[in-house]
């Protein structure tokens, strides 16, 4: 699918509405995209678990500027929008016209993942396209926030260019992105924390997840945001590996961390594992949390996505 393509499916008149079946009731899912924009199709990650690459395809396709910004207002003319967008984002959620530098390597390309183990020299990874997407959206009469709603690949942030330029595009992004874009939290998916389980479902150490929250500490609650950007993490949690504890619907189970190790979860020092296991409420997706106590018994817990 071509740019223009994409264009012209999303510029068609749709409605925005729920199907007539509903007749009128709430969706909550509904709720959470109605101020939402799509920025691209496509993701190059290639986790092994996720078909997003098998349906939308490896290659990002993009939408242009204006084709953007034209559905942006035709969302701020609904009746009930109060300025404030939940998303601007896609699959992953830097990802907007990033390709590789020569794309015939790429058609040639058996590599299931850009990525991963590594970022590939090819990609051009530069944010500076999405930035100037975010700056005018932002510019537009009635927009009070964007927020970014979509998983952050934060590998991408992480990753060192070749390009000084590219690396100082990544870093205003990352800048960007925590102080002006997060709506209470910033959605990352480690996925694990067991190096191993990670690299077969082809993420990014755990490591890189810790280096990540120390990078964007500087941009947090109480330095130069008024926002609450803290982080929300999204984990997976294998059937067969669960076990059931005392208490009614309460699952308890081990993360991969070894008894001993710091999680960097929490803030108070002596952050040490004496159990390491993951706690659930029966309500799914909702009060999640990793639950570690350490060996003098104090529990510190962190909101987490569970994928079961």
Same mark, same amino acid.
């Given at each position: ?32 995209? *109605?101020?939402?924009?799509?920025? +691209? ?5 290639? &986790?092994? /678990? &996720?078909?997003?690459?098998? +349906?939308?395809? *490896? /290659? @990002? !396709? ?18 009930? /929008? *109060? ?20 794309? =015939?390597?790429?058609?040639? &390309? ?8 590594? !970022? ?23 927009? *009070?926030?964007?927020? @970014?709603? =979509?998983? !952050? ?5 992480? +990753? ?21 874009? !997060? ?28 280096? /990540?929250?120390?990078? @964007? ?12 950007? +803290? ?18 619907? &309460? ?32 309500? @799914? ?24």
């Amino acid at each position: 699918m071509s740019q223009e393509e994409l264009d012209h499916a999303f510029d068609l008149p749709y409605t925005r509405l729920p199907h007539p079946k509903y007749k009128g009731k709430r969706i909550p899912a509904y709720d959470m995209i *109605k101020f939402s924009i799509n920025l +691209h199709r496509g993701c190059f990650g290639g &986790c092994a /678990f &996720c078909t997003i690459s098998a +349906h939308q395809g *490896k /290659f @990002i !396709v993009s939408r242009s500027k204006k084709s953007i910004l034209n559905e942006v207002k035709e969302v701020i003319q609904l009746p009930d /929008f *109060k300025g404030y967008l939940s998303d601007l984002g896609g699959p992953s959620a830097n990802m907007y016209q990033m390709k590789g530098k020569d794309e =015939s390597i790429c058609k040639k &390309c058996k590599r299931p993942s850009c990525i991963h183990p590594k !970022v590939c020299p090819n990609l051009n990874s530069d944010h500076r396209p999405l930035l100037d997407i975010y700056k005018a959206v932002d510019a537009l009469p009635g927009i *009070k926030k964007s927020f @970014i709603g =979509s998983g !952050v690949r934060y590998d991408l942030l992480l +990753h060192q260019s070749k390009d000084a330029a590219i690396n100082r595009s990544t870093n205003e992004y990352t800048r960007e992105l925590i102080v002006n874009h !997060v709506s209470g939290r910033l959605k990352v998916a480690p996925e694990h924390t067991s190096d191993r389980v990670l690299s077969i479902m082809r993420k990014p150490s755990f490591d890189l997840f810790e280096t /990540f929250k120390k990078n @964007i500490r500087p941009y947090q609650p109480g330095r130069e945001s008024t926002s609450t950007a +803290h982080t929300v993490l999204y984990l997976f949690t294998p059937r067969l590996q669960r076990r059931r504890y005392g208490g009614t619907g &309460c699952h308890h189970q081990t993360t991969g961390l070894s008894s001993g190790a710091s999680t960097g979860l929490y803030p108070y020092s002596d952050d040490r594992s004496h159990r390491s296991m993951v706690y659930r409420i029966p309500s @799914i997706y909702i009060r999640t949390c990793i639950q570690r106590q350490n060996s003098t018994g104090k529990t510190g817990s962190t909101t987490i996505l569970l994928l079961v």
